[in-house]
């Protein structure tokens, strides 16, 4: 025997990439939801995709806004990642009740999560529906990071940050 046994495909691909995705409603509300499915999928031009479903209140907002903020989670930001991905915007301002601090995006209509060590805005170039989510395509406009992970050329050295492990 090879000593291997079936597992769970949900766990097939881990460790995930957890991530904050934040996003601004046309009525300027903003939000944002705790993610899972995320990867980079191009770097000419750099794009990365998110994976979200469909009934989430986000979905809708980027949908309709054509706009995201990717920010990367820390182990510290443990509790706002887990409150992120138990409640819904459409029942409160969850980004005022955890008093979260934000800044505005510079190229992208959507709040940065200053608590996170990197915000990427994205523009949507398209999305793929993959069944349970639509992952959409984010072109890559600007990113935000702490300035001591970035180093001389302008690189963001991951290995300083303490990255959430779900």
Request: aromatic share 6%.
């Amino acid at each position: 025997m090879h000593g291997k046994k079936p597992a769970t495909f949900r766990s097939a691909l881990n460790p995930r990439t957890p991530i904050l995705v934040s996003c601004r409603s046309k009525d300027g509300k903003n939000n944002a939801l705790a993610v899972v499915y995320a990867c980079n999928c191009s770097y000419d031009p750099p794009m990365i995709m998110v994976g979200i479903v469909p009934s989430r209140h986000s979905y809708s907002i980027i949908k309709e806004t054509g706009v995201f903020v990717a920010n990367l989670v820390t182990e510290s930001m443990r509790d706002m990642f887990m409150y992120l991905g138990s409640h819904s915007g459409r029942d409160e301002d969850k980004l005022a009740v955890l008093g979260l601090n934000l800044a505005e995006g510079i190229k992208v209509d959507a709040p940065i999560l200053l608590d996170s060590p990197v915000s990427i805005e994205c523009t949507v170039t398209g999305s793929v529906v993959t069944g349970s989510h639509e992952m959409f395509i984010g072109k890559v406009e600007y990113v935000h990071a702490d300035a001591s992970l970035v180093d001389a050329d302008g690189k963001v050295d991951y290995s300083k940050i303490d990255f959430l492990k779900v």
